[in-house]
């Protein structure tokens, strides 16, 4: 199954999309995590990028589709994957689209978690407070990247439900609840055997 984790920053994407990695073998696909390891080896690319994430703006569309389709390309994505943090644009949920249908696949699901702004900035602080904040995370960025998403990204939803994709999960309850949730939608997609 090909599933697409949405949400604003900071709400639990990559926690989840590496617990669907683990039990249901889906690798997790996370362009933020793709390209913060292309900063950190010091790669063209990664010099390219570096200033984008440090304001919490997004990176061109093609470079992050490019990114993608390369990726989906080995082997261990013949079953799917989880998408996590891509798409972000209208722009980049079609090329998906176009991607995925050239290889005779689908996006199936897409997992809204819903969780108040106030949250999102309460959680980063925490993660500031434990030593675990990345170079974006911090109060001016975050404000930017929140910006950003209701921008640019929360239309999406719009755009998949148009397809019917779409369920919306409560991301303010504790994680082990959310991470129910999710299966149960999963489970509930996989047993309805849409195509
Ligand atoms: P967040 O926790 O804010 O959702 P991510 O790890 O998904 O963070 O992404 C971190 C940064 O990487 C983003 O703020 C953006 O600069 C860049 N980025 C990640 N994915 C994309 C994408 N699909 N399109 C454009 N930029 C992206």
Redesign the pocket.
């Known amino acids: 199954m090909n599933l697409v984790l949405f949400?604003?920053?900071?709400?639990g994407?990559?926690t989840q999309a590496k617990v669907i990695q683990d039990q249901r073998g889906l690798p997790q696909l996370?362009?933020?995590?793709?390209?913060?390891s292309a900063i950190a080896s010091g790669s063209t690319l990664g010099r390219e990028?570096d200033a984008?994430?440090a304001?919490?703006?997004?990176?061109?569309?093609d470079?992050?589709v490019s990114i993608?389709e390369e990726r989906l390309k080995k082997p261990d994505c013949v079953k799917g994957a989880v998408f996590?943090?891509?798409?972000?644009?209208i722009a980049?949920a079609e090329a998906l689209d176009r991607l995925l249908a050239g290889m005779g696949r689908r996006i199936k699901l897409v997992v809204e978690l819903k969780v108040n702004d106030e949250i999102l900035i309460e959680r980063v602080r925490q993660r500031i407070a434990q030593g675990l904040s990345?170079q974006?995370d911090n109060p001016e960025?975050?404000r930017n990247?929140l910006a950003?998403?209701y921008r640019s990204t929360a239309p999406l939803i719009d755009f998949y439900k148009l397809q019917g994709k779409v369920v919306s999960i409560d991301g303010m309850e504790p994680v082990a609840t959310v991470t129910k949730q999710i299966a149960d939608v999963i489970d509930a997609r996989l047993a309805a055997r849409v195509e």
């Open positions: 949400g604003p920053p900071g709400a994407k990559g996370s362009t933020g995590e793709m390209l913060r990028v984008i994430l304001r919490g703006d997004l990176v061109s569309d470079i992050v993608i996590d943090g891509f798409p972000r644009t980049q990345r974006d960025t975050l990247r950003v998403y």
